[in-house]
């Protein structure tokens, strides 16, 4: 049994980028955690309100409970604003959660998507796992996320380049059940956070290894 942390900078990440396979490494016995980087609050500049606030923390017990995370810690730094976090600060939040949890195997968001949210979170998230600090970690896998990931210019440096896959193909009907959950953040189709788009990517993805669906991850960090 191995203990899995999956990091969303936003709620819904998790989701689009490894819905299926948090779906799949529970089934098979894993002990899997949700670690989330930012979230609103009253006092951010742009005015959330507190029914917005107690309706996305609903929504997020939900994913919690459809996933049946072994464990959830939000961060709660301002979101759409982590340039904001002085990354000493980032960075050691981000180490506490490391910690609590102490996990073999870390998921986090691609290095180069669009939104500076990620860029700036996987920069941290990164560094508060090399191996001094956190020994426990035995490997990173990055993932991409609709909307981000396919957005970033076209740039070899800024290349999603998958060369690890996870077989959903048992899983992404309930993947789109849970992304679903999230009202406020899926779209029709064909837009990049619709139904078309997710099923879209991952039948392409598993069209890689053989199979109906796929997630793609790519491996920066493992040890045998």
């Known amino acids: ?3 899995i942390l999956f990091v969303s900078v936003h709620p819904d990440d998790e989701t689009l980028g490894c819905g299926g396979a948090i779906l799949k490494l529970k089934h098979e016995g894993n ?3 949700w670690l989330n980087i930012s979230s609103a609050s009253i006092s951010h500049p742009y005015g959330f309100t507190q029914e917005f606030i107690d309706n996305r923390n609903k929504m997020i017990h939900r994913i919690q409970s459809s996933f049946r995370f072994d ?3 939000d ?6 604003m982590l340039e904001s976090v002085e990354p000493r600060i ?3 939040s981000i180490k506490r959660a490391y910690d609590l949890y102490e996990p073999d195997t870390i998921l986090v968001p691609n290095r180069s998507d669009i939104h500076s949210d990620h860029r700036i979170a996987f920069d941290a998230l990164f560094s508060a796992a090399k191996n001094f600090r956190s020994p426990y970690i035995r490997e990173i896998l990055m993932y991409e996320t609709l909307s981000e990931t396919e957005f970033a210019p076209a740039l070899s440096d800024r290349a999603f380049v998958p060369n690890t896959f996870v077989d ?4 992404i009907e309930d993947k789109t059940r849970v992304m679903q959950l999230y009202d406020t953040e899926i779209m029709p189709d064909p837009l990049p956070r619709s139904i078309h788009a997710i099923k879209g990517l991952a039948a ?3 069209s890689r290894i053989s199979v109906k669906y ?3 991850f790519q491996s920066l960090y493992r040890v045998l």
Not at 75 to 80: D, G
Request: hydrophobic content about 30%; aromatic content about 14%; cysteine-free.
């Open 1 to 3: 049994m191995n203990k």
């Open 168 to 171: 959903i193909s048992d899983y």
């Open 71 to 73: 464990g959830y810690k």
């Open 214 to 216: 796929a997630e793609a």
């Open 90 to 92: 980032l960075i050691s």
């Open 31 to 33: 002990r899997i955690f």
């Open 204 to 206: 392409y993805r598993g």
């Open 75 to 80: 961060l709660q730094h301002p979101t759409q």
